[in-house]
């Protein structure tokens, strides 16, 4: 992703544009840390973090959270809020496409809402290597899908079965279902996935 690519986000959080930002975290998560499924708490990154909903949101069920965003201004807005709130929650600005380096296989769990349908769809094999190569042996994708059918820009349109068969190679799927519980405009449009790095 392009330094071009990144202005372009930040100008959207800075000018109020991030529709998607809920302002809350998204109830499927919340409803998995209190289901009978919940992660035991461990090291996290969150990719794409924005705002930060998310990850405070586990960071308060006492997960150690890094968020990754390439949007200054939203990382600005999420360091400030945990600030405020007393969290822990780290918040770095970067791509997420250079994390390999410098965090390879330093996270029990990778976090992804919001962050893969906006990635050009040529790189979502690359997505799924960085996201292998920063979990440690065994270690878990919990993922909140937009599953849907759009044009060809952000948030870009993906089946649950293309999901599937992208992350089948180094993953097994522990959990994988339509979301239930999601906002009333995209009840419908969202899959619920746990992925575990397949042992070798």
């Known amino acids: 992703m392009s330094d071009f690519a990144a202005e372009s986000w930040d100008d959207r959080y800075r000018n109020n544009q991030d529709r998607w930002d809920l302002g809350c975290p998204a109830p499927p998560l919340i409803n998995l840390l209190a289901s009978a499924q919940s992660p035991q708490p461990g090291r996290m990154a969150v990719l794409g973090c924005g705002k930060g909903q998310d990850a405070m949101l586990f960071s308060t069920a006492g997960f150690d959270v890094i968020g990754f965003d390439f949007a200054r201004t939203a990382i600005e807005y999420a360091q400030a809020t945990a600030q405020a709130r007393a969290l822990t929650t780290q918040f770095l600005q970067r791509n997420i496409f250079e994390l390999e380096t410098a965090f390879f296989q330093e996270f029990d769990y990778v976090l ?10 040529t790189l ?4 799924v290597e960085v996201v292998k190569n920063l979990l440690r042996p065994e270690g878990q994708l919990i993922a909140l899908f937009l599953t849907h059918h759009r044009s060809d820009v952000p948030p870009f349109s ?7 068969e992208l992350f089948a190679p180094d993953f097994d799927v522990i959990l994988f279902k339509a979301a239930k519980d999601s906002i009333v405009s995209r ?9 575990q790095v397949r042992a070798t």
């Open 187 to 195: 009840r419908g449009k969202e899959h619920l996935g746990i992925f």
């Open 158 to 164: 993906i089946n649950p079965q293309a999901i599937l």
């Open 112 to 121: 992804e809402h919001n962050c893969f349908c906006t990635i050009d769809p």
């Open 124 to 127: 979502r094999s690359r997505y």
